[in-house]
């Protein structure tokens, strides 16, 4: 097609144009690499030569050129329309549409097929689609191709309906290119024809059709580097009917076979399959005999280098050929000799030819493979060898033996080989020909052709030559149909029509096949003596070179030609062309090979009459490069007098004979196209090429059948057709009765609108509609405005007739209701006044009887139970008081030695506590005297901070103890918690071992799913309790970091500080040095004394503070059990232990040392252990401690620790070098217990004067004016608030925080004098120490200091000191002032409780020291608490992960059970109660492993008892009678002194349970039991009698253990109810009755087997009838086996009945009358194969109902197991529901909203049948879900809003189901809506995200079966009492 037909003619006006082509409008331009590219415009079309558009690919900008304004681009149809079935249906018909649509429904729907008009579009997926099963087939037999999806089966209906229905032959012509899949079509095709056209008869037709196609396959089909199994050969198959369209016959024929594929392949490629198949069964023994090798050491085969296809097995295909051979007719001897002969062609090829002295050539005398190919063929060898390389020549008077050259030789063994294997094809052709041929007369054929597609390769040779002209004589057929057939239906309606140009390949086929043509000439040239290759071509270029358009020459060749045909320009090359035309072979080895031993290889080569029947062919694309035809040497074609060669026909003049005579075949029945495309030429599934698609879709003329439509009419009305439907339309006026054309003119006229113009004809509207002789034409879319006309017409007339029959009905309704309501009451009323009073009589009497009984009953009761408890209560009450006196003796006894014990220990450990509390009194009070005034100045200078950081201490302290007593609660919920999990395991346990009450009582799930949800709570709780305390540490981890960082704050402002102070000192060391040293002289005396007074005020101090803190610790304790009811709580005694902590653990290196010499467990008082070990004070328990930590600042008390160690050290090096001083010669000055002397203090001031005495000043300074800015503030706020709470309560206000602040106040104002002393002491020591005159002197001390620089460092440690002594005193002083505020609380406190308690006098509340008693008593009881809360942490902590690891474990059964109640949930009470019996089942099989050890024992004793029965058996034997009997008679006498009732119940034992028979009677039990008893008399017997009486008959035999009686008896059994169910397998009843005996036979076996599993509902009679000798376990598993078969055979009836009722029933059937719309069928309307009348389809469904009804009651009356009944009707209701959704899935009319809402209204009845025989349990529903499912998506809404509701609601069906439904949907009326492409898309893709395993299967499996099992169902009758009635005939059986 060239460039210029890739645009359609424009038949738009220009003003037209302009309101098309607008900015925004959708196009498609052209594109070399995807043919065409989707576009948009960017500006209006106005006339412009290029015009802006925008790719949609890439969003690329470019221009495009217009050249000619009527040859515009094309326009993109909607969204909406993309994916239609029918490209004919598209609003803009065009290439790019046509490609786009194929290729949006190949690679998103998966649709490879399409319709194109009358073509059917093909492509090839490259993969296997389950989208040709038997249930497809089932779906369109008898349906309308329009109605239904595009498929190669509606093709195939459609031939089928006209052939059965006009008697009229069909053909299918399926056409495309190699590898398209055009065999795969043809076969499919044929499928469907023998499937439907199967007859009743029992001959196999159909099935020998398709047993033909595996044996073409191996034969014929090869694979090539375009396909894998392509057809190397063309064929016709015509399939012959009867009138009753039932297959009678068929037959083949082939065209031109490719034989030079089996001498020579191209690479990749492969010879025929069959010798493929050959060499993978060679180890075959019946294929030994053919020495075959692997198919690369064979010749032949190898050429390929391709020996294997993936996914193909050779080895199975050829057991196919085998069975179809066997199918056919072709004896087992034929098929050897066949294959036979096929190994001798691959040996043949083996056989090497040599040079040999001149011109000649020989065969070396050894070439096994020629041994065996004359072996395998009959042949002799000798001749064989001699004439492959000598040919003879006949002259007039002499005959001549002429060597052959090695090239001549070679050519004649290739030519023998393929002209052998063509032979044995065509012998294999006329076989099966003769296989498929009937007796019976045939009236009409359906004939499919699968012949070869257009090829074209790099070199082309006579093989494509042939090909090529066969498909432009197809093509030419395919245009006389399509498009001439379709002008001259104009023409004959007399419409005025423009014709349309298409392409005629006459001119082509003429230049081919006319006079003097390339076939004519190519046949005079082989008659040519001396003709070749080259001449042949020279003369076609002079006869048709320049002179046929169809024909040119190459310009550097001159051995070529080149044909355009219809769908490319082929170079073709001459050589070879000659030889394969001759197709010669040497009549010598023919001769050979007819003189064969063998009869089939004789009969291959007898001279047939007709020489057309050799359909053959050479090549398919290069010659044998090694093995060239002799150029020359062949002579001619003529017969002379003893000719190698005989006269016959060509290659090239038969072929064209056969298709000429196969295109009469074609012209004389109606065609069905199908046209094949292949994707691409990689072979890859689902890849769309569309540069590949576009040629094919011209080549094989698609396009040219969318543009006839397109231009055309294709809707197309007969007049009374028209009149019929349309005649609502006409007024009275228009109708005309004697001319239906006038009548359908005026109504035309009337109801369509347009430009009307005046013709001869009458009023026509040349734009919309046309008038012809028989028919009228319309546009497209005229006939859907007309059916809205009429719709809208019928819905007026019938609200009008819907009016006045309601209002009629309505009142005719009301009348009779009034007089029925007016009746009712009346006889109503005296109806219930009568019951009234006769329930008020009966009432009154079954009181008076009630009260009489239950009286007389519940005394009865009472004194009954009254003496039973009264015995029960002496006798238990005696054992308990035993139990308890024993018990009481034990404590008493132990509470003896307990006391005598711990009185001796308490003395011990008292007088040990005792010593060592003396000696550590006396070690701290030491060590705290000597390090009181550290800790003091210390305190001193940190008051500030302390006072900050232990402002809340109390009230954290009493938050840790709540938090305590909170842990203690959680404790004892933790306990309640354990005792409620122990509950719960034991219900759990007693849940487990009641599973039958779990079936009647489903309830109790609920009630475990409650507790478990409680479970979660109390869970959640204490992670969420948890959490809490997790979110407070983070909380005091954050306080913490805001603490250091305010710290890291004022240590960098104090360093500020300091760098400030320092400058100020340098600038005033000038100054005032003389001054400052005088003072500071003066300072540091004055401080030394002060030093010396604080230091043993704070010794008093100390001692004053160890008491107040007992005193405080007694009155907290004791106010905590005044105050808390609650008990024990902490008190906030641990401010002085953090304290004592922090001044203790810097003790002096001696003093550490003497600590770690004391005892390890010597106490410290306060419970205390040492310091090495644990710090003081005593910490109850890590979690305890953890608690503490979290409400103190852990990080500053380890800072002010290591502060005080600091100066320890500190300390100690400035002892050691004041020793040092001393030794050196410097003693001490004055008291030994100063720090220094006299003159090293003169020289200290000295250097103090020159080092910091100034800054030490200026910080003195500061420090009394923060002070006193500190005191005023306080002041300040405590008058404030005492004013105000004065004026509020006005009384004065007595807090814990008033009293501290008064103290603080008193404090500081204390401090702040004795600082302003210390200044002004310092100031005047300075001063009198020092001269500040330049001759001033110092003291002679001073001096001598001042001038020894050692001391400088001295003196700068002791400045450090100092400033550490003075922050310890501050710290102190404010630890006091906590401990006074303290103090002073609780004088308030306690004056609180002397006043509500003792009268005001606060002298009383600890007059006898009970606060002092009581504060030990507490500490005693601390620790006691602290050491059961300790142990109580660590087994709570055990407890806890012991809990914990039990709440994993039921969490993981709960989840489990989760689990299995969300699966149960979702299914039915049955599958439930299945479900719960599956779990129940996998908990037994653990213990059912502890039982095996048990059973293992149990069978070792079997064993010995099985050898003293053996024993026994002996002794029979030998005689040993009596020795037996008295055994015998000793174990009775014992069972019977231990069963006393057994022998009283049974004093009657006249029967065993026991039949006996003679062995020849077991054919007429079998007979008279099984063969000849009807249902009838069945149903009045006992249900299961035959299975009872065969049992006891095995009970005789196994009584007198006879095993093989017992193995033929239950042999004719099996064997008996099998040939009954076979014979009568369309007797429902009896069927069913064997179903039946055969379970009541199966439990009988079980039951009776002796296993204890099958004894638990047995009788103890029944255990004594229990097999003894037999162990019939293999045969309880035939019997399964064999009620499966009966159960699958009755189901199988059971659907062949309801499957002409699925589809009317479920589908077709409209209960609700007027609901369902119907749409217009135009010219098609749904036709079916199998007509229905129209009261058996309103029928339908209660035919099925009655069916349903039938099999419930027959199964019912057999007394078949409830459990199987399930299992019946969900299979059935299966089969019902797939049936129905398969249908649904391809019937497009079945697809709409109505539709939707008919099937779940039939549905509906289905199930409540079920609900009705109780049945809703068997699983039955559920099977219906699909269809259910299918039904609601119909009626869903169809909204991308609605996406996920639908995802959801359609959980059983599939993607592929669910798509293909909304692919389907079609609306019937302006209410609905076609669903949008965007919207499925959106589907899909939710799909696949939500379903991990994609299924794309799109029909369910019909045939499947769901698993059948037999509950085990034991009986209670009794075999004893089983009585045979006399109708059985079995009066030869006799009871034991």
Known sequence: MTSADLYVQTFLKESEIGQVYVKGARIWVPDSEKVWLGAELLENYTGQKKIKIQLENNGEEREFEIKDKNRLPHLRNPEILIGENDLTSLSYLNEPEVLYNLQVRFLESNCIYTYCGIVLVAINPYQQL???????????????????????????????????????NQSIIVSGESGAGKTVSAKYAMRYFAMVGGSQKETQVEQKVLASNPIMEAIGNAKTTRNDNSSRFGKYIEISFNKNNEIIGAHMRTYLLEKSRVVYQAADERNYHIFYQLCASKDLPEFKKYCL?????????????????????????????????????????????????????LHFGNVKVREADGESSEIKKDDKHLTIMCKLLGIEESQMRMWLCNKKIVTVGEVLTKPLTLAQASFAQDALAKHIYAQTFDWIVEKINKALQSGAKSTKFIGVLDIYGFETFEINSFEQFCINYANEKLQQIFNMHVFKLEQEEYVREAIEWSFIDFYDNQPCIDLIESKLGILDLLDEECKMPKGSDENWCQKLYDKHLGKAKHFEKPRMSRSAFIINHFADRVEYQADGFLEKNRDTVLEENINILRASEFELVAELFEEKVDPNEKKSRAGSATTHPLRQAPKGGRGSNKKTVGSQQVQKATVGDQFRESLHKLMETLNATTPHYIRCIKPNDTKEAFIFEPKRAVEQLRACGVLETIRISAAGYPSRWSYPEF??????????????????????????????????????????????????????????????????LRSDKLKACGIMIQKHVKGWLARRRYQRIMKSITLLQKYGRGLLARRHAKFLRETFAATRIQKHWKGYKARSHYIKVRKSTI????????????ILFKKELHEHRAITIQKLVRSWLARKRYKRVMRGIVLLQSHFRRRRAKKELKQLKIEAKSVEHIKNVNKGLENKIIQLQQKLDAKNKEGMTIKEQEVYIKQLKTEMEKLRSSSEEAKKSSNKITDLIQQIKDLQEELSKEREDKQVLITEKEELVKEHTQVLSKMAEEKCKLKEELEEANLKLQQQETSTDDVLKRKLEEATQQLQAEFDSERSHHQRLVKEHARLQQRFENLQSEMQMVTSPHGHKRTPSDISAISLESYTSSASPDEVKYEEEAPEDKDQ??????????????????????KEMKDVDVGLILRLQNKMKEIEQQKTKLEEKLRQYEEEGHPRAGNSDDVISNSAFDALKQQLVNADDVQLVIKLQKRVAELEMTKSKLADELDERDDEDEEKSGFKITTPEFAYNNLKMQELQNENDKLKREVSKLMKSISENVSFEKGGTNSPAGKEFMDAKKIEDQVRVFKDQFTAMADELDRRREECLQLRAMLAEKSITTHAIAKESYGGNDDLVNEDNELALAYRTQKELNRLLENQLQKTEKDTKKKEEKLKREIKELKQENEAAQKIISQNLQLGPEAKIEATMQHEITRLTSENLDLREKADKQADQIRKMKKMLKVYAKKLKDGDVA????????????????????????????????????????????????????????QGLLPGLPAYILFMCVRHTDYINDDEKVRTLLTNTINGIKKCVKKHNKELERVILWLANTCRLLHTLKQYSGEKTFQSENTTRQNEHCLRNFDLSEYRQVFSDLAVWIFQTMIKYMEEVIQPMVVPAVLEHEAIAGLTASKPSGMRGRSSSTAQDEDVRELSLDTLMKSLNKYNQVLSQHAVDPELVKQVFRQLYYYIGSNALNNLLLRKDMCNWSKGMQIRYNLSHLEQWLRDNKLNESGAQATLEPITQASQLLQARKSEADVDSICEMCSKLTTAQIVKILNLYTPVDEFEERVPISFIRKIQERLKSTKKEEDNTLLIDTKYSFPVTFPFNPSSITLDSI??????????????
């Open 723 to 788: 009149f019929q439907r349309y005649r609502v339309l006409a007024g009275s006026k228009d109708i005309n009765r004697s001319d239906q054309r006038k009548t359908c003119e005026n109504i035309l006229t009337k109801v369509i609108q347009g430009n009307v113009k005046k013709t001869p004809r009458g009023l026509e509207d040349p734009d919309k509609y046309r008038f012809g002789k028989t028919k009228i034409f319309f546009r497209a879319g005229q006939v859907a405005y007309l059916e809205k």
């Open 130 to 168: 389950p989208i040709y099963g038997n249930e497809l087939i089932q779906m369109y037999s008898g349906q309308d191709m329009g109605t239904m999806d595009p498929h190669i089966f509606a093709v195939a209906e459609e031939a089928f309906k006209l052939m059965s229905r006009f008697d009229k």
């Open 871 to 882: 015995i029960i209560q002496s006798a238990i009450r005696g054992f308990f008081g035993r």
């Open 293 to 345: 090798l692997c198919p690369d050491d064979f010749y032949y085969t190898s050429h390929g280098q391709a020996p294997e296809i993936d996914g193909v097995d050779d080895d199975e295909d050829l057991v196919s050929v085998r069975e179809a051979f066997t199918m056919l007719g072709i004896s087992e001897k034929e098929q050897m000799m066949i294959f036979q002969i096929q190994s001798a062609v």
């Open 1165 to 1186: 008082g306060y419970g205390t252990k040492k310091k090495k070990k644990a710090p003081a004070p005593p910490v109850p328990t890590a979690s305890a401690m953890e």
């Open 1523 to 1578: 020795e037996i009997e008295a055994e015998l008679e000793k174990d009775d006498k014992q069972k019977k002194a231990e069963d006393n009732v057994a022998t009283v119940k049974h004093l009657d034992r006249t029967y065993m349970g026991m039949l006996e028979y003679k062995r020849e009677d077991e054919g007429r039990l079998v007979k008279c039991l099984i063969m000849d008893l009807k249902p009838k008399v069945a």
């Open 1923 to 1936: 009585e045979i009635p006399e109708s059985l005939h079995l009066d030869f059986l006799t009871r034991v």
